[in-house]
T-cell receptor, first 114, second 112 residues
Framework: NAGVTQTPKFRILKIGQSMTLQCTQD?????MYWYRQDPGMGLKLIYY???????DKGEVPNGYNVSRSTTEDFPLRLELAAPSQTSVYFC?????????????FGPGTRLLVL | AQSVAQPEDQVNVAEGNPLTVKCTYS??????LFWYVQYPNRGLQFLLK??????LVKGSYGFEAEFNKSQTSFHLKKPSALVSDSALYFC??????????FGAGTQVVVTP
């Protein structure tokens, strides 16, 4: 049981390039989330999904897109990368969206946009 | 609307001494509160949560948290800190849909 896995671990992008951050979970969780972590700012929710085929915006969705074709995978797409997207990105999953359920996090992807 | 606040950027404590990391919350309705820990270059790890019931919640690695409704606080505590407890700690509140709102984090430094 690997939990939540993310690839790549680190990536450097040039301004205007695009890339997809991969996230996979093997816990059969229906609910998945993408966060970004900036120094001193805590984590901000980018997008979330309550099940295959269903996604919704979080607090900071601009510049990102997601899809959820399977229960296991929840990729995050960056189009036209900008320096403001330099951050550490975390994917998480939970059994349900009930407020009392803990989220389980992947190890993160560190992205640098130059 | 909901929010959590961690008033301390950093907490320094000597090994063996009690450790407290502060968190206050502002939520509508019943609060769902969590503590997570992040070690360098790692993802967040779940420590404990408060949903309802006992005000003292016990979690992983000897940590516990005290929920205080009148003070709207959810402070994380450990009776005897270890050097290995040095990490970044996040308090978070969840709405009824499970979306988490994180505090800015508190860096804990435990010195030998």
């Amino acid at each position: 049981n690997a939990g939540v896995t993310q690839t790549p671990k680190f990536r450097i992008l040039k301004i205007g390039q695009s890339m997809t951050l991969q996230c996979t979970q093997d816990m059969n969780h229906n609910y998945m989330y993408w966060y970004r972590q900036d120094p001193g700012m805590g984590l901000k929710l980018i997008y979330y999904s309550v099940g295959a085929g269903i996604t919704d915006k979080g607090e900071v969705p601009n510049g990102y897109n997601v899809s959820r074709s399977t229960t296991e995978d929840f990729p995050l797409r960056l189009e036209l990368a900008a320096p403001s997207q330099t951050s550490v990105y975390f994917c998480a999953s939970s059994y349900s969206t009930s407020g009392g359920n803990a989220q389980y996090f992947g190890p993160g992807t560190r992205l640098l946009v130059l | 609307a909901q929010s959590v606040a961690q008033p301390e950027d950093q907490v320094n404590v000597a090994e063996g001494n009690p450790l407290t990391v502060k968190c206050t919350y502002s939520v509508s309705g019943n609060p769902y509160l969590f503590w997570y820990v992040q070690y360098p270059n790692r993802g967040l790890q779940f420590l404990l949560k408060y949903i309802t019931g006992d005000n003292l919640v016990k979690g992983s690695y000897g940590f516990e948290a005290e929920f205080n409704k009148s003070q709207t606080s959810f402070h994380l505590k450990k009776p005897s800190a270890l050097v290995s407890d040095s990490a970044l700690y996040f308090c978070a509140g969840a709405d009824s849909w499970g979306k988490l709102q994180f505090g800015a984090g508190t860096q804990v430094v435990v010195t030998p």
